[in-house]
């Protein structure tokens, strides 16, 4: 590490120290981001962590709406977001008034959201959800509500991978939610990466888009993503002589590759697309942690009528997870 990269460091573990405060990050953050992390995890992780932390500050290092999550599951702590500029478009893409007419389009629907929402949108729902556990969610939401119908949203692509868990029907809201960078990741980039990697696996994020879903060995969230490489044996045969489980293709934002590399040291890990990139994760650096940590600024505040709200979506999750 170079002397002033060291320096930087050293300051920003006093700041913590001094002011009682974590620097909570996700999986796609920059790779030093994560290195200065007391946790790097995915959103149900982070929302968990933050929850059980007995820290005043959070630092939080991914986008706006998981540290609103952080926000409203603790209204007592300070959760600060180093730039505020870190906005997850997909969240943008249902506004609560398109949520609102939706229900109102079908009344006797169950409504599951995916965390990637504004707090205004979550305010609206039975109950949120994240990629580590949508397919439960809606199976026991559809259960206990005993709806034929589930309104889910803003992801389509998550939606198509609710739909194979559950009878009822479920109802993306808007139609045509995405995530611009997981978008990104086609069909062509698949078959390609397979020719090159014909022995590797493959393993991909649920906001990938359904023919990408439909051809990929595993689905997990970001974490569930790390676990599944990190089990998977060298040396495991497949196909009667082939050696594979030492490599794998990765369907998602580039930055899980930083983490992927770190904890399963001897594995190879090829992108499906070096050009899935999500800026906004990209906006926290170390100056600006180091900034947040000064100031204590800019902190992350949802309003009290429309926190509360959203806590119970949030926390009906939690009691369905157990
Ligand atoms: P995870 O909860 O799987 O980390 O996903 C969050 C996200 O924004 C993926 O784009
Ligand atoms: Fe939002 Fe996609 Fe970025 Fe995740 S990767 S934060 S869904 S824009």
Request: glycine share 4%; with cysteine.
């Amino acid at each position: 590490m170079r002397a002033e990269r060291r320096e930087q460091v050293e300051k920003i573990e006093r700041l913590k120290r001094r002011k009682n405060a974590i620097i909570l990050a996700h999986n796609y953050q920059r790779p030093e981001v994560q290195d200065i992390a007391e946790f790097v995890g995915d959103s149900l992780e982070l929302a968990r962590k933050a929850v059980a932390t007995t820290a005043e500050i959070i630092i939080f290092c991914g986008v706006d709406f998981m540290a609103e999550t952080a926000a409203v599951l603790n209204p007592e702590k300070k959760v600060v977001l180093p730039d505020k500029g870190a906005v997850c478009p997909m969240a943008q893409q249902l506004p609560p008034a398109v949520l609102a007419a939706a229900k109102r389009e079908h009344p006797d629907a169950a409504v599951v959201l995916y965390v990637n929402t504004l707090a205004e949108s979550k305010a609206l729902a039975d109950c949120i959800c994240t990629s580590a556990n949508a397919q439960e969610i809606v199976r026991a939401v559809a259960k206990a509500k005993d709806a034929s119908t589930i309104l889910f949203g803003p992801d389509r692509n998550l939606a198509y991978h609710a739909q194979k868990a559950t009878a009822a029907k479920i109802i993306p809201v808007p139609e045509y939610g995405l995530c611009p960078s997981h978008h990104q990741i086609v069909l062509q980039d698949l078959e390609r990466a397979k020719a090159e990697h014909p022995q590797a696996k493959v393993v991909v994020h649920p906001e990938c888009i359904p023919e990408v879903q439909d051809r990929t060995d595993f689905i997990a969230s970001t974490s569930g993503m790390v676990k599944i490489c990190r089990q998977q044996q060298a040396g495991e045969e497949v196909e009667g002589s082939a050696v594979a489980g030492d490599e794998f293709l990765i369907g998602t934002e580039v930055g899980l590759l930083h983490r992927l590399e770190k904890e399963a040291p001897g594995k190879r890990f090829y992108p499906l697309s070096a050009t899935a990139v999500c800026p906004q994760m990209k906006m926290h650096t170390l100056e600006k942690i180091e900034a947040a940590l000064e100031s204590e600024e800019p902190v992350v505040v949802v309003e009290r009528g429309v926190a509360e709200k959203a806590r119970r979506a949030i926390e009906r999750m939690l009691e369905i997870l157990g």
